[in-house]
Nanobody
Framework: EVRLVESGGGLVQPGESLRLSCAAS????????MKWVRQAPGKGLEWVST????????TYTDSVKGRFTISRDNARNTLYLQMNNLKPDDTAVYFC?????RGQGTQVTVSS
């Protein structure tokens, strides 16, 4: 059974940082591209970032470029999202995703 467990969310002030983690199990993590997506209150899912299976290529939605960094540790079956200079518009539930499968998400709230 595929399982994705996100962690690392919380309440931070604008300009602060968070590092999200996603522990993956039940599939061969190292051969799949992985994504982070988010859902802000009252809005639909928004793609945030993708990393290829080997970690050599990363892509980002424009609103997070230069602030967020996606990475992965294939030895630990773990996906990461380093989020710097957070803004109130980044407030959302963040999910990691493989194919069409997502975890339960972790809440990120950016507020002063």
């Amino acid at each position: 059974e595929v399982r994705l467990v996100e962690s690392g969310g919380g309440l931070v002030q604008p300009g602060e940082s968070l590092r999200l983690s996603c522990a993956a199990s039940g599939f061969i993590f190292r051969i799949f591209d992985m994504k982070w997506v988010r859902q802000a209150p009252g809005k639909g899912l928004e793609w945030v970032s993708t990393i290829t299976s080997g970690g050599d290529t990363t892509t980002y939605t424009d609103s997070v470029k230069g602030r967020f960094t996606i990475s992965r540790d294939n030895a630990r079956n773990t996906l990461y999202l380093q989020m710097n200079n957070l803004k109130p518009d980044d407030t959302a539930v963040y999910f990691c995703q493989v194919l069409s499968i997502r975890g339960q998400g972790t809440q990120v709230t950016v507020s002063s």
